[in-house]
């Protein structure tokens, strides 16, 4: 059987959107065909049914009225699906055949700009991503990696060349919905695991939208623009290349040119503090370890902003600290003038609350999405900048200037706008109600016109009410029917006078009829005419305002973005009010000097939690590597991660949770804390940490920051303790790897490292034991714990007490066997020797030179790698 002509336009359509989930207008509702309505009949829970299109069989449908769309499309993009939006694009009435349909929009994880699909206060991120060479024309083995971000609501593009463990980092923290890729290309399996983990987006893409001269084209095109270095991006290959590939493909899913899109950011990831993906996710910056706890985070914490745009960049500060001090001290002096003026706080607040979100509210203008209420919307939002900027006239930091001085472009403009818009506004911008009286001479003229019709129309329900002696007759007005004079059977029996006779039956109803008169005729015809014109140049008024606003965008961008870091600033102010942060004192040296500090989390999530404040004193000349030993749960994790957040949030500009700080700028935070696994690549939680203690010893520097915590529990007693031991001598000994240390332990016979180790130290969670009973103190002291009290706890956690019972007697017999490998102990057992024995076993030593000599293959070496090799084990074994 033939195809018929709606089925053969809904598969050409199909076939040029491959992979897209087909959403295809007909009338009022979308219609879904074939597998598309079999999978969307799962997730939006549509009844799936079947009617004969001409095909062999049936086919099977589902659908739903259109204005629904806002509700069902952010359920197919968050199961993974990628939305065609196939709209009627001529008015089927005028229409020859069949009606005119084509794709407006396609709708993914990282295109998606409906406010029904996106959270207010985060950004809806998409990532480019390349294999690159780094700048000498090495590294293109897959260590470099081109990338561009992009927030298609807002109009954020920015590019980088990096390494792939940057690139790593980078994606943590921006977290996008959604990765594009050139065909048949390999992402690193470190980001594979994110993607994974978070249910990323992957889209692969044809080669030739990365290639150069494609990308320029494009780039030149969208920016008006005639080189790269207009751009930044003079010199740079790759960046080009995955920055246009970006925009042509945002520009190809959203069906227009995005005009807000303005600039374009050369990233310097140099400028901020590395945070790998571990430590974003063991400090619980943004993401919680527990998904449905957000209350965890430092962002929860620290986010008192009002506005949307205030929200994003708070998170954008907390995942980006700074690296300089210059920049730090200017939001330092900012939060400071807040935090002592509660007055400007309090009108800030009330200054703020009646900002919308301009980023995105420029992102609809710019895509051509945005109505009437937009730009009101705009327009308020503009006056209220304008008051922004006012209070920023009272407050002296240097940053608040520079904020104030793009405030003042506000100044105007919003008014400008109000001044055309009615109060109470529709949401389409083609059936008029948009334009306020007096606001074009005009449109005035061309209502006046109407107005005695519109009077006689308003003023005839009563007339025929009090003619007719029917006090319900109701005068009604539909599009089918135009206006009508509606009288129920129930009506008619009572009137007092008889349906007169130039009223002409038009439409009977269950419960009555509907009549028009000729003179009601005449007059509808006259209203509609005009009204048509009306609504024409209503919506041309609103084309040129909206047209007004975009020319406007690049001002209007810089002012959302001063109100965003305006509310950041009162964000970081209310916090440290509410919760008594101080202003920390940070330098450019090396060093940590906290009083009195406490987890901000901890004491903002159970305020009336009795805290025990803690000290934290490490410097490269004193004690750089402090080791801390304690029971479970004495909260030694709480301490390490404390230590970790204040850090940061001193370098984020923000005040702290500490009686006083010092705090000597750091360039990366590294955290091995908690356990965790890889199943789905099949790596144990030992593995985990190995891997992850691997990037910290590769990575560290002497201006890093290190919190370890219970290194080398995941496997046997004796490994663990080899491998926490050596992990401890290389953090403190080795020159390029000498970095500010928090170890935790349970391996008391770590303890006797401090002997020997210039700048360590051992430090205690202190404890109260009486008898069996045993209270955490939560107070860290100087000194090593001669006890795990592992017992004790799991005593305290309910274990049975034969078991407890038996757990002890084998404590004792093992407590027997002392152990303590350092290489001093060993020292002075060899020279407590009193002669060689010749019938003894050998030595540690001689046992690991065996070891070394029988792995080595002679027949694979060269003269001079032999020797070499010679040198080695006469270094390591010839003491």
Known sequence: MAVTPLMQQYYEIKKENP?????????????????????????????LTSRNNGASGATPLCGFPHHAAERY??????????????????????AKGIVKRDI??????????????????????????????????????????????????????????????????????????????????TIPSAIMDLIKAENVLVTELPAILFAEDQAKDVLFTHFKVEALDGLGLDGRVFETSVTGALLQYLINQKKSELSHFTTLEILNLDDYMTLDPSTLRNLELVRPLNADDYSSTLCSVLDFTVTAMGGRTLKDWVSHPLIAVDRIREREEAVGELVQNPVALDELKESLTSILDMERLMGRVGSGRANARDLAGMGRSLSQASKVADVLEGLHAPLFEGLRETLNAAKGRGEDLLKYFNDDLPMTVREGGMIRPGASAELDAMNEDIKERREWIASLEGRERERLGIPSLKVGYNRVFGYYIEITKAQMAKATQPIPDEYIRKQTTVNGERYITPEMKECESVISNAEVNIHALEYKIFCELRERVNSWRAELQGIADAIARVDSLYSFARAARKYNYVCPEVFEGTGIEIRGGFHPVIVAVNPDLNFVPNDVTLSPDGTRLMLITGPNMAGKSTYLRQTGLIVLMAQIGCFVPAESARIGVVDRIF????????????????????IETANILRNATPHSLVLLDEIGRGTST??????AWAIVETLHSEPARMALTLFATH???????????????????????????????????????????????????GLPPNVVRRARKILLRLEKQKIDPSDEAQNKKIKAQPQMDLFAPPDENTLLLKDE???????????????QRLMDLKENYGK
């Open 747 to 797: 391996y008391h016979e770590l303890t006797g490292l401090v002997e020997s180790l210039e700048h360590a130290g051992n430090f205690q969670v202190a404890v109260q034991e009486k008898g069996d009973k045993l209270t955490f103190l939560h107070k860290i002291l100087e000194g090593a714990c001669d006890s795990s009290y592992g017992i004790h706890v799991a005593e305290m956690a």
């Open 73 to 94: 499309v952010p359920k197919m993009v968050a199961a993974g699906y990628r939305i065609a939006i196939c709209e009627q694009v001529e008015d089927p009435k005028l």
């Open 718 to 723: 004796f490994d663990g303790l080899s491998i």
């Open 104 to 185: 407006v929009e396609i709708i993914s994880a990282g295109t998606a700009m409906n406010e029904e699909n996106l959270n207010a206060k985060e950004a809806n991120y998409l990532c480019a991503y390349v294999p690159a060479t780094s700048d000498d024309g090495k590294g293109g083995n897959g260590d470099v990696a081109a990338f561009a971000i992009a927030d298609v609501t807002t109009g954020y593009l920015a590019t980088c060349r990096s390494s792939v463990q940057a690139f790593e980092c980078e994606f943590s923290r921006r977290m996008p919905k959604e990765i594009v890729i050139p065909e048949g290309t």
């Open 853 to 867: 000599i029988r792995r080595l293959k002679p027949e694979e070496m060269t003269p001079m790698q032999a020797l």
């Open 671 to 690: 955290t091995r804390v908690g356990a965790s696994d890889r199943l789905s690549r099949g790596l144990s939680t030992f593995m985990v940490e190995m």
């Open 19 to 47: 992979g897209c989930i087909l959403f295809f207008r007909m009338g009022d509702f979308f219609e879904l065909f074939e597998d598309d309505a079999v999978i969307a009949s799962k997730i939006l829970g549509l009844t």
